[in-house]
């Protein structure tokens, strides 16, 4: 069974980079052509799509957030990181990873994902 478990600080100063890491466990992030992906949820709002990074390495990124973005995987340790640079307190959100085996890019619920962490708290203040 894929496991997935974010991890990261929960308290971000304004103006630095929030970086979490997304460990995957039962499953290999470079097999099976699954697609691995940032969500967040700000408080009293919908779910929003950040970024994937594939099976392969390609990146996707949402417009909105691409200059602030960067995903990335690392194939030896089974895991891929989110940075989110220059944050602002619009930033604070819960954060999940999720895969699945296409580009997700609208979503509703986290159930759209085959597979999702629990979800990180990351509040920007200072």
């Given at each position: 069974?894929?496991?997935?478990q974010e991890s990261g600080p929960g308290l971000v100063?304004?103006?630095?980079?929030?970086s979490l890491t997304c460990a995957v466990s039962g499953?290999?992030?470079?097999?099976?052509?699954?697609?691995?992906?940032?969500?967040?949820?700000?408080?009293?709002?919908?779910?929003?799509?950040?970024?994937?990074?594939?099976?392969?390495?390609?990146?996707?990124?949402?417009?909105?957030?691409?200059?602030?973005?960067?995903?990335?995987?690392?194939?030896?340790?089974?895991?891929?990181?989110?940075?989110?640079?220059?944050?602002?307190?619009?930033?604070?959100?819960?954060?999940?990873?999720?895969?699945?085996?296409?580009?997700?890019?609208?979503?509703?619920?986290?159930?759209?994902?085959?597979?999702?962490?629990?979800?990180?708290?990351?509040?920007?203040?200072?």
């Amino acid at each position: 069974q894929v496991q997935l478990q974010e991890s990261g600080p929960g308290l971000v100063k304004p103006s630095q980079t929030l970086s979490l890491t997304c460990a995957v466990s039962g499953g290999s992030i470079t097999g099976n052509l699954y697609y691995w992906s940032w969500i967040r949820q700000p408080p009293g709002k919908g779910l929003e799509w950040m970024g994937t990074v594939t099976y392969s390495g390609s990146t996707y990124y949402s417009p909105p957030l691409k200059s602030r973005t960067s995903i990335s995987r690392d194939a030896s340790k089974n895991q891929f990181t989110l940075q989110l640079r220059s944050v602002t307190p619009e930033d604070t959100a819960v954060y999940y990873c999720a895969g699945s085996a296409g580009l997700r890019t609208v979503i509703r619920t986290m159930d759209e994902y085959d597979y999702r962490g629990q979800g990180t708290q990351v509040t920007v203040s200072s």
